[in-house]
C-alpha cells in the first residue's frame, strides 16, 4: 500500500483528497502546515506528496524545492494543488519540480488517474 502526505490547511480539501484517495486504497498522512509536512517528509518518507501551493509556515513551492534537493526524496512523485490558474503560476510550479499541477476546484477522477500514473512509475 502507498502511503501519500497530504499538505493541505483546508478542512474541506482534505477530506475530499481523503475521499477519493482512499478509493484506490492509499495510506494517508495529513499535515496542515508547511513547516510539519516538511519534518513528515524527512521522517515518513511517503511514496508521494499532494501539496497546496499556500500554507501557512512553508509554500508549497518551498516544500518542492526542499524535496527535489534531498537525495533521498529527490525521486519522490510530487503533485500541487492551487486557487491559482495563471499559466505562469503552473509554469514555475512544474519548472520547481512538480509533477503535476491541478487548479482547484479540480475534477477527483482526474487526481485519482493522476495519483495512480504516478504511483505506477515510481513503483
Known sequence: MSTILIADDDPLMIRLLEFNLKRIKCKLIVCREGLGAE???????????I?????PGKSGLE?????????????MPLIVVTGHGE???HEELLAAGANRVFTKPFAPSLLQSAVQELLDQHA
Open 63 to 75: 516544500l518542492i524545492q526542499f524535496v527535489r534537493s534531498e537525495p533521498k526524496l529527490a525521486s
Open 51 to 55: 501539496i497546496d501551493v499556500m500554507l
Open 87 to 89: 499559466t505562469q503560476v
Open 39 to 49: 519534518q513528515l517528509l524527512k521522517t515518513e518518507r511517503p511514496d508521494m506528496a
